[in-house]
């Protein structure tokens, strides 16, 4: 089923997507609306233009696939399911994160994976091609995050205060130097063999979506941050 937003009101237009029967839903002409795909389950969305804030809040096992960018807090408290984005990301995305896999394949806004967490096998996954802004992975308490830093030419591809409170969880980034200037709460490393089998089916899929080599990306230099138990918050949350 295909249905063209035509400027609805994102009210009137999750209403309509609600009462359809269909489980494969393309939505076109999509202008700022908001929480389209909110909660969804068994349905596969296909969304032309940029959605609004909130789009698959509460996901728990739907297929979302944007051809165009995305606003603010994509896959707030997500539980499982993929969320793909074939442009950039704005703020927030991924808040509270419980499960699924989030593919970008440009560039995210501030405080993207804020407060990601992991739980028995939920393991969520936010998987930036580009670049990502201050505060990435802030409050971090599980699940993987990676910046491919595609384009950023070897850069460190990250703006300020990466990882800042983190405490779980784990955020690999591609840059030719480790990074430097860290929180306090963070360790940084290079990758691993586990590490990079761990990513490998991350990349692989950002690739089949994005096109590139998934190979190739993985041949470069990535390093890994991981929570230092030595300044985390012990008082206040349980170590994974």
Excluded: W
């Amino acid at each position: 089923m295909t249905i063209e937003a035509n400027g609805q009101y994102y009210k009137e237009l999750n209403e309509t997507i609600a009462a359809l029967p269909d489980h494969e839903i393309t939505v076109r002409g999509v202008n700022g609306q908001r929480y389209i795909a909110c909660a969804a389950k068994d349905r596969a969305f296909t969304l032309y233009g940029t959605p609004g804030n909130s789009l698959g809040q509460y996901m728990d096992g739907a297929h979302v696939e944007v051809f165009g960018n995305a606003q603010e807090s994509v896959g707030d408290t997500m539980n499982d399911g993929e969320i793909v984005i074939h442009g950039h990301c704005g703020d927030a995305c991924g808040y509270g994160m419980r499960g699924g896999r989030i593919l970008i394949e440009k560039n995210v806004g501030y405080r993207a994976g804020i407060h990601m967490k992991a739980y028995m096998d939920k393991r969520p996954a936010l998987i930036v091609g580009g670049t990502a802004g201050s505060f990435l992975g802030e409050y971090l308490a599980g699940g993987l995050i990676a910046v491919l830093g595609i384009g950023a030419n070897g850069a460190y591809p990250c703006r300020f205060f990466c990882g800042t409170g983190m405490h779980g969880g784990k955020i690999i980034l591609r840059c030719d130097e480790a990074p430097s200037g860290l929180p306090r709460q963070v360790l940084v490393r290079a990758m691993t063999q586990e590490d990079r089998e761990e990513l490998a089916p991350h990349v692989t899929a950002y690739c089949q979506h994005f096109g590139g080599d998934a190979g190739a990306l993985l041949d470069q230099q990535f390093y890994v941050l991981t929570p230092n138990p030595e300044a985390g918050y012990k008082q206040l949350y349980t170590f994974e």
